[in-house]
């Protein structure tokens, strides 16, 4: 099956600066990578995706890269405001199917 | 709301009680998931339903017993339940879509159902 490492679990950072988060997969069928954020006490939520076809998508301040060939995909935030400060989750699925494999997450602290 | 209700928010229960967690989604998809969320590991994927046939069973243990009566609900029974299945259980809907279809098959969460065991 499918292996999903994420890196760091935590991450703090100061507002206004960039935050990095990083995946990788292990399974070369996934083609379908989401990114979900969650607040504390709150749902996951679904913040940005990219699919194996593109190498970048990019949504305001966020952004995602994807390397293909050495399976990877990271998350990008810039200009991080506080209320940035989440849990943030990759994850990798086929397009189609219902198996999502998470990664472990990754505790965001903006300071203000 | 997002459309995927679950209750009860909290349960604490003994281990020999029986209870039963819900789920409920009005976003017309035919997929419904259970997840566990324990701190510091991955969502572990417990059972996922499609058009009410349940598609997976990830080893979970007979004390977690599914039930999907339609497409738009979920229900985890929870019988014996050890204190180390204290838990975040997520309920998640998607639209299952097919190898032709455009878009991908976006998971919507609920809010989860914090439980303990004690």
């Known amino acids: 099956g499918e292996n999903v490492e994420q890196h760091p679990s935590t991450l703090s950072v100061q507002e206004g600066d960039s935050a990095v988060i990083k995946c990788t997969y292990s399974?070369?069928?996934?083609?379908?990578f989401p990114w979900y954020k969650q607040e504390l006490g709150k749902r996951p939520q679904l913040i940005i995706d990219?699919?194996?076809?593109?190498g970048e998508k990019k949504d305001q301040r966020i952004a995602v890269t994807l390397n293909k060939t050495a399976k990877h995909f990271s998350l990008h935030i810039t200009e991080t405001q506080p209320e940035d400060s989440a849990v943030y989750f990759c994850?990798?699925?086929?397009?189609?199917?219902?198996?999502?494999?998470f990664g472990t997450g990754t505790s965001l602290t903006v300071i203000p | 709301e997002t459309g995927v209700t679950q209750t009860p928010r909290h349960l604490v229960m003994g281990m020999t009680n029986k209870k039963s967690l819900k789920c409920e989604q009005h976003?017309?998809?035919?997929?419904m998931y259970w997840y566990k969320q324990s701190a510091k590991k991955p969502l572990e994927l417990m059972f996922v339903?499609?058009?009410?046939?349940?598609?997976e069973n990830n080893s979970v243990p007979s004390r977690f017993s599914p039930e999907c009566p339609n497409s738009s609900h979920l229900f985890l029974h929870l019988h014996t339940l050890q204190p180390e299945d204290s838990a975040l259980y997520l309920c998640?809907?998607?639209?299952?879509?097919?190898?032709?279809?455009?878009?991908?098959?976006?998971?919507?969460f609920g809010a989860g159902s914090r439980l303990t065991v004690l």
């Open positions: 998640a809907s998607s639209q299952d879509k097919r190898d032709r279809e455009t878009g991908a098959n976006v998971l919507t």
């Open positions: 399974d070369s069928a996934s083609n379908y």
């Open positions: 990219i699919r194996s076809n593109v």
């Open positions: 994850a990798a699925s086929r397009r189609t199917g219902n198996q999502f494999y």
């Open positions: 976003l017309g998809h035919n997929a």
């Open positions: 339903y499609n058009f009410k046939e349940q598609t």
